[in-house]
């Protein structure tokens, strides 16, 4: 019998850029293991940068796992589905970096999984385009000025600031409005795993204050949301969100991150802690609910998904979620990060894993059914 053509298996890089001190940017441990679980699938991944992703060639030049933690640098039949694990946005936005983005998203011969870095505030846009996503959006601004300031703070007692392209907790700010007093606006900026907080009289005061932290950094603002607590301390939930092997959005797995006693995130590195979404949510709600919010937690990542797919004109593949539940049990948007961090749960991870490679498969199908682009 025929293998038909759309069931060989494709040629999996992991893309990525140069770097100056090691053979290439990004995490090596990920990258490890995705090219392991490819293996144990039966499938060739390797690592290749930028610069050594020629299109059109017979050979690439590759890097496979070496003893202990070497790479070795080799000669590989060039890929055919490339997964883009470009670790920054200033390396993205290099010319030569977006240029071969451009290059791989036109070259027939090639899917390119996951094209784009998003930005803060085009998510909020996209979320807004429907009305099933909108309800999980909070208030957001873009911060130009104190007018804006003054106006959100008109209708929410506390607010987040946070840099459009923002992440890992860096550069956000918690404005809150104490009614009476001299000094009636509180400025937490997060600084390590602490944060300081600055009181002002005036809006103008705390606007000129913000300014100093911002420097020249597009910032959006945001209803601060009430979000349910354990022990006492806020916590919110992590979702990882993959295509399958069929090509259709499915869960990969919950999280959930307490935030550290004096922080204003949930961050691990700013003190947050990993735990374990049905304790954080029964804490809260009791057994029964607490399951019920999971499940509408999936219903609605996965829609916001495909939101954020169809308004941002992409085809995407994965992206993991910062979701919030608050007192009532009510689901908010915080965030969508379209490269993924590893996730430390074991059972998230190893599903994370395989699904790249089926989904690489997936989309290595779509060369064999239509090989002009779609
Ligand atoms: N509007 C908000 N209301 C309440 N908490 C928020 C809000 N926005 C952010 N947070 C908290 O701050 C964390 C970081 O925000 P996020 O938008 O994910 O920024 P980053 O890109 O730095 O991770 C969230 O996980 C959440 O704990
Ligand atoms: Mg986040």
Known sequence: MNIRPDDRKPVIAILTTRDKFREFRGNHKNFRDIIRTGKELGYLVYVITVKELRLGNHYVNGYVPGPGKSWISVQLPPPEVVYNRI?????????????????????P??????????????????????????????ATRRLRSARTLAAMLKT??????????GKAG???????????????????????????????????????????????????????IELATCKGRPFDLR?????????GWSMTGIGARLAGSRSITTHV??????????????????PERSLSILKSVSGTALLIA?????ASGYML??????????????????????????????????????????????????????????
């Open 87 to 107: 670790p920054t946005r200033e390396d993205e936005a290099k010319p030569a970096v977006a240029r071969k983005l451009a290059e791989c998203l036109e070259y």
């Open 109 to 138: 011969g090639i899917r390119l999984y996951n094209p784009y870095f998003f930005n803060k505030w085009s998510l909020f846009e996209w979320l807004r385009g429907s009305n099933a996503t909108a309800r999980h959006v909070p």
């Open 156 to 165: 929410h007692t506390s607010l987040y600031l946070k840099p459009e392209t």
């Open 170 to 224: 860096k550069g956000i700010m918690r404005v809150i409005y104490h009614a009476g007093g001299e000094l009636p606006y509180r400025l937490q900026i997060q600084s390590g795993k602490k944060n300081v907080t600055y009181k002002a009289a005036t809006v103008e005061r705390l606007w000129s204050r913000i300014g100093k932290e911002r420097g020249d950094s597009r910032y959006i603002v945001q209803q601060a």
């Open 239 to 247: 979702v990882l969100v993959q295509k399958n092997g069929k090509g």
């Open 269 to 286: 590195p700013r003190g947050g802690s990993v735990e374990e979404p049905s304790s954080m949510l029964e804490a809260m709600f009791g």
């Open 306 to 310: 495909r939101q954020i797919e169809r």
């Open 317 to 374: 593949g994965e992206m993991s979620m910062d979701l919030g539940v608050d007192e009532k049990g009510g689901l908010w948007f915080f965030e969508a990060n379209s490269r993924p961090m590893k996730f430390d749960e074991p059972d998230i991870r190893r599903l994370s894993l395989e699904r790249i490679i089926q989904y690489s498969q997936h989309l290595y199908r779509q060369i064999a059914i239509f090989p002009q682009r779609m």
